[in-house]
């Protein structure tokens, strides 16, 4: 594909270039918008649809069985106990699952030689999972510490490393987007919140950084010595680099997700609901918007951020002077490169 | 790095890599070999089958439990795990908070039972002893000759306890083969019959028992020191000390009132009745049968006799943690078949391997033969994850779960990228005109900061996770970080060595058009161009080139620096050379 590679000659000379930078405006309000609905919709839907880690309760997952029929399976726990409203699934193929409120150990034992015979499978064949109520909070919990904890860490890594906590706060600040927006699309899925799922928003978060990183690495070395330059602006340099990385960002995106979208439409769509679906959802949703913040959000934000530093400013201005008295010279209307 | 001199920069790394390899290879070889390490890597419960329980440890009065307290509860569980006959039961702490036990097959309710119930401690008279092993058939009592109750019994050392089914049970008790069931707890009102296991050199010993005369919950704390002689010079014998409360206390001056009367009739050290015995009883079970030498009236015994440092502190600490009952709660129990888990493994590798082949596919289109370099090395990185995880399963016991496959499935996108990061510096020099073998040497020399900058975060948040978090959620920070360090391995010492060797190829070093580092795709500007002028890397074509009438040019030329100046020449230049440069300007 020759214009593929052409397309990436031209955004590394400058030649082709996206504005991402100057038109920073919509992509916070986009953003903005994005993070309230993902914020709205989660509360309009009355929460998010807890898995049964969070909920508390039994599980029965039957395979191989003769017949998909959910009432049998609802039959099977009401005959034990009475009044009790088992949700009852075909996750995949031939297998089943049936979750309950709480079971004693011998409603469980009995409701699983219910379901072995109401679904004509071997005993070994249905097996039972209960989880108590606090788990999944316990999961989460100590999720959420690691993710503060791995915050404040990574901040502080990436001040050091760029030296300047104004990339931090940016590179944090597209983090923070992408984990609204990908818990908003989870919630609009209606897919189980499950420990995969909280797996999955870790990676994510990693995910978001690291991207950052890679971007902000180049901004960092076309901006080292913007003081010195009279060429472009730093917002310009800012959005050159973004331009000249953004082949890279769009392979490794591409490559990242590949694996990801395997996992989400071939192998759940193989094995239903569980583990890899809920990882893999998590993932494939922030794996996009955590590519796309990083260039819409992270990198507009440490250009706006720095823009009014006097230096900076004194740089913009003799750009501008330069440009001025270049084009008023040459008496042609120019075509100058992105305004930031 | 071998790049000073050496004809062939790169050889040297690359053999170091195949060493690495061949060395881990053989070590998981002789592991295999000895028996102790298997091919296949440690596959978890959930993909293995099995029963997994998580239980959270609670102590009475909702106090928290520290590590010391967590370890004895584990120790606890083992015992009993072992104790209920299942084999190849993993139990292990987490985060220091909850207890994670791991069986194959599905446990019988009596097993949860006991596994849940909390540890039961308490103080019980002996009735009768003896040796560990079944009284031969032969050489068992007669029928008429079996003990009688006479009376109630009207104390805890009254023989009147035992009665025919008792002695029966005492008879036939195998203490080295305990019954596999276990049954309920004991009724503490009522006599017991039970074993003290062998341990070191004293064979197992079992019991008759009265009932439970103090309760465990009446220590205040136990600890073990050297012993003090008469004079207060310290001995070399260890003694383990308890301290009761006060309704302890009362309660054992009364037993101690008692045993040491048979003590003193048995004619004091030498005598041997067993009634001068009193038993620690924990989870039905004896772990110490001293006798009463003394009436202990201030509720602070002393236990002394043929202990090491090791068994006085491990009998100290039984006695604290029976001291402290905790209970557990079952926070989460997964049973999963053998077949569903390995179900859902192979559906996960089969869509692993399809995303890897789109991997492979995009990699060829986006990057011809340099695509190749980008699946060896994903090869090379896959074979060292391999290895660590096959050789941890044997030495760390580090077991996969379906969360560390889906680690690694993730982990191929970010490892890729470490090579799409140094590719595209390379074609990035390659742009500025630079050759090959200084293009790789100047992108590896950038990228190599990104990359590592970039690890760094994700072995970072790998670490925290692996370190605060719980659950399938630690599995998967491990993958993630043993897959972050492998890429690391592979960019260093194996993708660009090999680039380094390739960058000397024809093929690639005159970068042929399927190459991916063909100059003239890539719209190299040649850094000499004829006529003299040589541009230097660091001034890069400019972003956009106006368009200039040649007087206008020639005005503004005046005022630029030679710097800029040069710039404009070369922008000319570029603005006539190129047809594409000329339309995209206007």
């Not at chain 1, 796309?292 to 823009?307: D, K, S, V």
């Not at chain 2, 992108?443 to 975060?457: D, E, I, P, Y």
């Not at chain 2, 003299?532 to 030329?557: F, L, S």
């Amino acid at each position: 594909m020759p214009s593929f590679a052409n397309f990436g000659n031209e955004l590394y000379t400058g030649k082709r270039s996206y504005n991402f930078v100057g038109a920073k405006k919509i992509w916070f309000i986009i953003a903005a918008v994005a993070v309230a609905l993902s914020i709205l919709i989660p509360v309009a839907k009355g929460g998010f649809n807890l898995g049964i880690e969070f909920r508390g309760g039994s599980e029965f997952t039957v395979s191989n069985v003769k017949t998909t029929d959910a009432a049998v399976g609802e039959k099977a726990v009401t005959d034990v106990v009475e009044g009790s409203v088992p949700r009852v699934a075909n996750v995949a193929g031939t297998t089943m699952r049936i979750q309950t409120d709480k079971l004693t150990d011998d409603e469980t034992l009995r409701i699983k030689e219910g379901l072995t015979s109401a679904y004509g499978v071997t005993d070994n064949e249905v097996t039972s999972t209960f989880v108590g109520p606090t788990w999944g909070a316990d999961v989460t919990k100590q999720a959420l510490i690691g993710l503060v904890i791995f915050v404040l860490l990574a901040a502080v890594l990436m001040a050091v490393y760029f030296r300047t906590w104004k990339m931090s706060l940016s590179a944090i600040a597209g983090m923070a987007v992408t984990m609204f927006v990908t818990a908003g699309v989870y919630a609009l899925s209606d897919f189980e919140v499950t420990p995969s799922a909280i797996i999955g928003f870790l990676t994510v978060l990693s995910y978001s950084l690291y991207d950052t990183v890679v971007v902000f690495d180049k901004i960092r070395e076309n901006t080292a010595d913007v003081d010195a330059s009279t060429r472009r602006t730093f917002a310009e340099e800012v959005n050159l680099a973004v331009n000249q990385t953004l082949v890279r960002s769009i392979n490794t995106m591409m490559v990242a997700i590949l694996p990801v979208g395997a996992i989400l439409f071939i192998g759940a769509g193989l094995l239903g609901a569980g583990t890899l679906r809920d990882l893999s959802l998590a993932l494939f949703v922030g794996i996009l918007i955590g590519t796309a913040a990083t260039i819409f959000i992270a990198a507009p934000m440490y250009a706006w951020l720095r823009q009014n530093e006097p230096d900076l400013v004194r740089q913009a201005k003799r750009v501008e002077h330069r440009r001025a008295e270049s084009s008023s010279r040459s008496g042609s209307t120019a075509v100058e490169p992105a305004q930031a | 790095m071998a790049r000073t001199g050496s004809k062939k920069p790169g050889l040297r790394v690359l053999v170091w890599l195949g060493v690495i390899l061949a060395v881990l290879t053989a070590v998981l070889a002789g592991g295999t070999m000895a028996g102790q390490a298997s091919w296949a890597p440690k596959l978890a419960l959930d993909l293995e089958g099995g029963t997994q329980m998580i239980l959270a440890p609670k102590v009475e009065g909702g106090s928290d439990i520290n590590e010391e307290q967590l370890n004895q509860a584990v120790a606890i569980i083992r015992q009993r795990v072992d104790g209920s006959g299942v084999a190849e039961a993993e139990i292990s702490t987490q985060s220091g908070r909850n207890v994670v036990v791991s069986l194959p097959g599905t446990p019988s309710s009596q097993t949860r039972d006991l596994i849940q119930a909390s540890a039961d401690m308490n103080f019980r008279p002996v009735l009768l002893n003896g040796a560990g092993a079944p009284v031969p058939e032969e050489s068992r009592a007669p029928e008429d000759q079996l003990p009688k109750p006479a009376a109630e019994p009207t104390n805890g050392s009254d023989t009147n306890w035992i009665t025919p089914e008792i002695y029966r049970q005492f008879e036939a008790l195998d203490c080295d083969n305990p019954a596999q069931d276990e049954q309920e707890r004991s009724d503490p009102a009522k006599p017991l019959v039970t074993c003290e296991p062998a341990s070191g050199t004293n064979p197992a010993v079992k019991y008759i028992l009265g009932p439970v005369e103090v309760k465990g919950s009446n220590i205040v704390t136990s600890s073990f020191q050297l012993q003090q002689g008469a004079q207060g010079a310290v001995t070399n014998e260890w003694a383990v000390n308890i301290q009761f409360d006060d309704e302890g206390t009362a309660k054992f001056k009364e037993v101690t009132e008692r045993l040491n009367q048979f003590y003193v009739a048995a004619g004091g050290d030498t005598g041997n009745d067993p009634k001068a015995q009193f038993a620690i009883v924990l989870d039905d079970q004896v772990i110490s049968a001293p006798r009463s030498l003394a009436v202990i009236t201030d509720g602070r015994p002393q236990i002394t006799g043929g202990f090491t440092e090791q068994s006085a502190k491990a009998l100290s600490d039984q006695l604290r943690f029976g001291a402290l009952p905790i209970s557990f709660e079952i926070q989460s129990e997964q049973q999963i078949s053998a077949t569903l888990g390995g179900e859902q493994l192979r559906m996960g590798l089969l869509a692993g391997v399809i995303g890897l082949l789109l991997v492979v596919v995009y990699s060829l289109f986006q990057y011809r033969a340099l695509g190749f370099v980008t699946i060896a090395s994903l090869v090379v990185a896959g074979i060292l994850t391999y290895l660590a995880i096959a050789i941890l399963g044997w030495t760390e016991n580090y077991r996969l779960s379906l969360a560390g496959v889906a680690g690694i499935i993730v982990a191929i996108g970010q490892t890729a990228d470490s090579f799409i990061v140094y590719f595209e510096r390379i074609r990035d020099e390659l742009r500025e005109g630079r050759g090959l073998v200084s293009a790789v040497e100047n992108g590896w020399k950038r990228a190599k900061r990104t990359v590592l900058a970039s690890k760094a975060v994700n072995l970072l948040a790998a670490l925290v996770l692996y370190f605060v978090a719980v659950g399938n959620v630690r599995g998967f920070a491990f993958t993630l970080g043993l897959t972050a360090i492998a890429d690391l391995i592979v960019v260093f010492m194996f993708t660009h060595p090999t680039l380094q060797l390739l960058a000397r190829t024809k093929f690639f070093g005159e970068g042929h058009r399927l190459s991916g580092l063909d100059p003239k795709r890539l719209g190299a500007v040649p850094l000499y161009r004829g006529a003299g002028r040589i541009r230097t890397p660091e001034d890069k074509p400019a972003a956009v080139v106006p368009a200039k009438n040649a007087g206008a040019a020639a005005e503004a030329e005046r005022r630029l620096t030679i710097a800029e100046r040069r710039m404009a020449q070369k922008q000319e230049q570029l603005a006539g050379s190129s047809k594409s440069a000329a339309k995209e300007t206007k």
